[in-house]
């Protein structure tokens, strides 16, 4: 009776620890998640193929499907089917500290993994790789950031295509004139109607303009790259179990070769109320996708 009784006990008391232990592992964003019943999934507007507003007024993209695919991870994770999804627009200026301050729990466009944003956030794995480059009517005879010397360029505030083009400016004694504009649409509007002689920024989201437009024969992207932009998802930094859950997800989507028909989706074939990118997967990526396909 009495080693009946002990081996209960000893039961009931593994029990207690075991859940305290799980309990235990569910920390950070996770918990935030699984307490409040909803993930806040922060996403462009605008960049195109990346995130931005399709036909039916919902978020869409190569870079929001990738996160719908962590987000389902989250919800067979944290078994909650039902999980709400709360979309929350965000720019480049307010993407971070929304992130930061837990407005958003997960950021979903177009946005370079650098060091200096690592102070303050953190990554997954990179999902994409540009660089700035300039967009300029045919015709207009700038081939190369030197012939803006003495012109205007619009440039997005907050972004890394604003710091290579002014420090390489700097470096040269080029006399360029800033026109800074809050988002793309913006800076797009800016070279259609002569108010900047370029646009700068990363090459794809010049390519998803460009395409975009009303005459997308008249513009061309030019020059050599300027900057080497990495994209990542971002999610908040110090919290290891969320950035190991989304980079599971990628690297899962990796190892199986699956990324490359979502990458197909997005940038070769006609999307959601716009045409075809036409951008091809470039041997870099391909590489960086072989890479962190980590094994199990």
Known sequence: MFRKLSIAVAAIAFLAVSNT?????????????????QINMGHREASVPFAYMGPDGKPVGYTVELCYRVIDRIKKTLKMPNLKVKLVPVTSQTRIPLLANGTIDIECGSTTNNLTR???IAYL??????????????????????????????????????????RIAKVKGLKIKYHMVKDHPQGWLALVTDRVDAYATDHSLLAGLITSSKNPSKYEIVGRFLSYDPYGIMVRRDDSAMQLLGNTVLADLMRSGEIHKIYDKWFTKKIPGKPAVQLPMSPTLKVAFEVQALPY
């Open 118 to 120: 690592s102070k303050q």
């Open 125 to 166: 794995a990179v999902t994409f790789i540009t660089g700035t480059k300039l967009a300029v009517k045919k015709g207009s005879g700038i081939k190369e950031i030197e012939d803006l010397n003495g012109k205007a360029v619009g440039l997005s505030l907050g972004t890394t295509n604003e710091k290579a083009i002014k």
């Open 21 to 37: 232990g799980n309990a235990a592992e569910l920390y950070g964003t996770l918990k935030k998640i699984k307490d409040s019943g």
